[in-house]
């Protein structure tokens, strides 16, 4: 529409010359790109205001067909940002001593019956002793429900029940000895001196 708006205005206008000439340096393949934009430049200074003018609504027009092709054949609605997802730790990424496979497995069958309350008292003990480290419990507790493959609780019922804290140690005082008697072969198995 543009390219023939102006062709009608400017009825002096050489807009052959110009169009050949760009379809002559932007199909030939044979010369380089650097020569095609010295040349291309060489021709421009030679072009009146209404020329220049006329070659730009054509190298535009060219311009638009391309992104008109390539957006038919791609799509754009893309998210205009992509979040690489984040890989989820195992459990045996929670432990910080060397031997991580040998005391996972040992720790899954020495408490292979422990749930609720006793689970996360050996949890918290371990977390306390260095050998778990863990910031967010979601994603750990995950990764120890998939290792130990069995029932040991809700998420809820592990982190909101029990805290660890003074009261509560001294209330399951028992359970913490009984667990406490449970991992001390293990802490002393398995942790490097």
């Not at 543009?2 to 169009?19: G, V």
């Not at 390539?70 to 459990?91: A, C, D, G, W």
């Amino acid at each position: 529409m543009y390219k023939n708006q102006f062709e009608i205005k400017d009825k002096n206008q050489n807009s052959s010359e110009i169009t050949n000439f760009i379809f002559t340096y932007k199909n030939n393949n044979s010369i380089s790109e650097i020569k095609k934009s010295i040349l291309i430049q060489e021709k421009v200074n030679e072009f009146s205001q209404r020329e220049i003018l006329y070659f730009c609504i054509n190298m535009y027009l060219d311009f638009s067909k391309i992104e008109e092709f390539l957006k038919s054949k791609y799509n754009h609605n893309l998210p205009k940002e992509i979040k690489l997802q984040k890989v989820e730790k195992t459990f045996l990424d929670y432990i910080t001593i060397e031997n991580k496979e040998g005391f996972a497995n040992d720790l899954k069958n020495s408490f292979n019956i422990e749930f609720g309350i006793d689970f996360k008292i050996m949890i918290e003990l371990l977390k306390n002793d260095g050998i778990f480290s863990f910031t967010q419990f979601a994603p750990f507790f995950r990764s120890i429900k998939d290792y130990f493959n069995r029932d040991i609780g809700s998420q809820t019922a592990l982190n909101d029940l029990y805290k660890h804290t003074k009261d509560e140690q001294n209330y399951y005082a028992k359970n913490i000895t009984t667990v406490q008697s449970k991992l001390n072969p293990l802490i002393t198995k398995y942790r490097v001196k």
